[in-house]
């Protein structure tokens, strides 16, 4: 029962943005015979054309012409390696795809029977981890409760609030409040279902014992099957539609789950009719279905509240923050630091400890991503199959919301669309990374990764790592080390935002650009340790690997010699375009494959010009920690309804590209250098093109403007003021003296006003200055 229903978006449309709404089938399309066969004649035509140039033109210049000009060896040597490297990354995206099409023909996806006849017997917990900073909480609550609907036997949804638990900005203060609330207003609207499923199920569950369900049990079944989706629909028809991911959600997650509980219920209706009798086991499965989709508990959990965990900036410390914590008992003491948890031993729990549920599965979900009915039960189901018990971490790597209202979000989740094709083909090879907008992971896989120290008196506990802001990457890398591996499951069940402006779009691509450069040694001791142990590591995982970690840093480096350095036009060969032909060719079939258009691999290319100083900063940030050590502050990207203001470098460089690209067009024209002045033409045509289109010149002009402005404004709310002293009388701090000692020098003090210290009938009462300190 699909809905039709149209709504309003918040934000303008653009002309040229995405009018289809409706997701890519959740199951692959097979690919055929003939199409796996051109993609490894694409693989052998790249190469041959690559080799083909090597010896036609370079090797041609030294032994048959005998040219030995140094400055044009050093331009024929640097020139060979920017074509090599840049033709390197194009053989892998091509290896990567082969290997996606592989995966999508042979995958056979499990009956809805064997999953339910498989939890009746194994009823493993998971805990959700959403960890959130600043976001809507309109767009926290469907992540919370696409979560919450996931069928499961024991399911815990805990929200990872790292806002600052005491905001002075109304604003701030009001939507960390909605925010915190999320978790028992999604309680209460489950309630009623919850309640109703439940005790259906213990009630059959009570009946007699007979091997076949009767026609009246069945009928009732169905009944509570029609009930479970027109609950649904009703809270699709009434969730707002602002925007693309509104509709995604109510029509996908809502109204799909609803679709398929009333197609179930149906079905038993009609076997009823046809006088099929249902054994008691599959009628009680069917309303563990039921219970298991409404019981979901959900919690709210703020690290920063409390004094005894880490602080640390980054979505890795915040779940290492609560993982670190699962499986014990604490008791809240007060201390002048504020308020910590102390362990307690087994036995001496008191009323008013905090316990913390530790479970099988871990699932960490980005706050703004979507999951599809059966994400869990699918996922868990091949963790739990003999052949997987190595394999830490499963996921469906996340595709894009269909129906973008502007054009760089549209042309952002083509991307993204087309990296879900090439994840799923990593795992053809074994090359597989944890993408960290969702993962399913065996908790027992963490204990063997972490990474322990003490801090001030407390233990910090480091499951995934956050020496990089792609935590996820380098934790792959760890698990590898420990004999895990990782598998990305071949089907699409989770979404997540794109970018919906260059500002945004400028955070998320400059965080992704960095750390891989100082992930690579670990890569190199993960090899030795797997050989170690006697395992095979394949030249194509170590190669997939190396170009997923480093391929940016040579690719922007590449370009930008190709843009400005004048190359001899020697070395200029049709075949260093047919070398490149298969990989666009190629990129075309998958953004066909995937819902776009082909001609969109040129506004891709215009895409990546422009971004080309984004991906160079980050390079050169992860250059910059490698020499400093410091850590990157994690950017979190924005999400506001309205436009995000570039940076002015970002805004600039762009400009800068198009003028320079025109200028060595002129140069060419003039030298008569014909491929170079096509090279320049084609990269200025394409720039301009993506800084009207996916920019705006609009938007440029005033973002040039507030970069050359803001610096002269100043902040009056931060001027300093000098406050009228009050009259104080200090005391000693005593809560400090006995929590921290005395570590030599001023003996610490409190001040406070109209307080006498000292006599019998001024001192201030233990009970107040409690109250205080609390």
Request: with cysteine; charged share 20%; aromatic share 10%.
């Amino acid at each position: 029962m699909s809905s039709t229903s149209t709504y309003t978006p918040a934000r303008k449309r653009q002309w040229g943005a995405e009018r289809r709404t409706e997701p890519l089938p959740t199951v692959h399309p097979r690919p055929s015979d003939r199409k796996i066969a051109w993609s490894r004649v694409a693989i052998v035509a790249t190469i041959v054309f690559w080799a083909i140039y090597v010896v036609t033109t370079i090797i041609r210049q030294f032994l048959v012409l005998g040219t030995q000009d140094f400055r044009f060896t050093m331009e024929a040597i640097g020139y060979t390696v920017v074509v090599t490297f840049l033709t390197f990354s194009a053989l892998m995206y091509l290896i990567a795809r082969q290997g996606a099409l592989q995966r999508f023909q042979k995958h056979v996806r499990v009956p809805r029977a064997e999953l339910d006849r498989h939890f009746a017997e194994h009823q493993p917990s998971i805990t959700v981890l959403v960890p959130s900073y600043a976001e809507e909480p309109e767009v926290v609550r469907m992540t919370l409760l696409s979560a919450a609907l996931q069928e499961f036997p024991s399911m815990r949804v805990v929200l990872l609030v790292d806002d600052n638990p005491n905001p002075t900005d109304p604003a701030v203060a009001e939507r960390l409040a909605a925010t915190r609330a999320l978790a028992a207003d999604i309680s209460h609207q489950l309630s009623e279902p919850r309640f109703r499923f439940t005790d259906a199920l213990l009630r059959f569950e009570l009946g007699d014992d007979r091997a076949f369900a009767t026609e009246e049990a069945a009928l009732e079944l169905a009944e509570h099957y029609r009930w479970a989706a027109s609950w649904l629909y009703a809270q699709a028809d009434a969730h707002g539609r602002d925007d693309h991911v509104d509709v995604f959600f109510a029509e996908q997650v809502l109204r799909g789950l609803g679709d398929d509980l009333a197609l179930t219920g149906e079905a038993v209706v009609a076997a009823v009719a046809e006088g099929a009798q249902l054994s008691t086991d599959r009628v009680a499965q069917l309303y563990r279905r039921l219970a298991w989709t409404f019981d979901a508990e959900l919690a709210i959990f703020e690290r920063k509240q409390w004094a005894s965990l880490s602080h640390e900036a980054n979505k890795a410390m915040n779940l290492n923050a609560y993982i670190g914590l699962m499986g014990g008992v604490y008791r809240p003491e007060e201390t002048p630091e504020g308020p910590i948890l102390t362990p307690v031993a087994a036995g001496s729990r008191r009323p008013g400890d905090i316990e913390i549920p530790d479970s099988d599965f871990l699932l960490t979900l980005d706050a703004d991503s979507i999951l599809l009915r059966e994400y869990c039960l699918r996922l868990t189901y091949f963790l739990q199959q003999p052949d997987n018990a190595r394999v830490a971490v499963t996921q469906t790597p996340y595709s894009s919301f269909r129906g973008a209202g502007t054009r760089i979000e549209r042309l952002a989740g083509a991307t993204t669309d087309i990296q879900h094709i090439l994840h799923q083909g990593k795992s053809y090879y074994g090359a597989t990374f944890w993408v960290g907008a969702n993962a399913v992971i065996r908790k027992r896989a963490l204990e063997d990764i972490v990474e322990t120290e003490w801090v001030g008196g407390f233990e910090v506990r480091r499951y995934i790592q956050d020496r990089t802001v792609i935590e996820d990457t380098e934790s792959s890398i760890d698990l590898g080390t420990h004999g895990w591996t990782l598998v990305n499951y071949p089907e699409r069940l989770s979404y997540s935002a794109t970018p919906p402006d260059f500002g945004s779009l400028i955070v998320q691509r400059r965080r992704w650009a960095n750390g891989g450069l100082l992930i690579l040694p670990k890569l190199w001791r993960q090899v030795r340790e797997r050989k170690r142990r006697g395992e095979h590591v394949s030249r194509i995982e170590l190669l997939l690997r190396v170009n997923y970690m480093a391929s940016i840093c040579w690719a922007s480096f590449g370009l930008i010699f190709l843009l400005a350095y004048p190359y001899d036009g020697r070395l200029l060969s049709p075949m260093v375009l047919l070398a490149a032909l298969p990989y666009f060719i190629s990129q075309a079939s998958d953004l066909r494959y995937s819902g776009y258009k082909a001609t969109d691999i040129f506004r891709i290319y215009g895409f990546n010009l422009i971004l080309l100083p984004v991906n160079l900063a980050g390079v050169l940030k992860s250059i910059q920690q490698s020499l400093t050590g410091k850590k990157i502050p994690f950017a979190r990207t924005p999400k506001v309804k309205n436009r995000t203001a570039s940076p002015l470098l970002y805004v600039i460089a762009p400009l800068a590209i198009v003028a320079f690209s025109l200028f060595t067009l002129w140069r060419d024209v003039n030298a008569q250098n014909w491929g170079n002045a096509a090279f320049a033409a084609f990269n200025a045509t394409l720039a301009v093109w993506a800084i009207v289109a996916y920019i705006g010149i609009g938007n440029t002009i005033v973002d040039i403007w507030l970069g050359l402005t803001k610096p002269l404004y100043v902040d009056k709310s931060r001027k300093r003021t000098t406050p009228e002293p009050a009259p104080v009388t200090a005391s000693i701090d005593w809560r400090s003296v006995l929590y921290h000692g005395h570590a030599g020098g001023e003996v610490p003090h409190v001040e406070r006003g109209d307080v006498r210290v000292g006599g019998a009938t001024g001192d201030l009462p233990v009970g107040d200055g409690e109250k205080q300190a609390a």
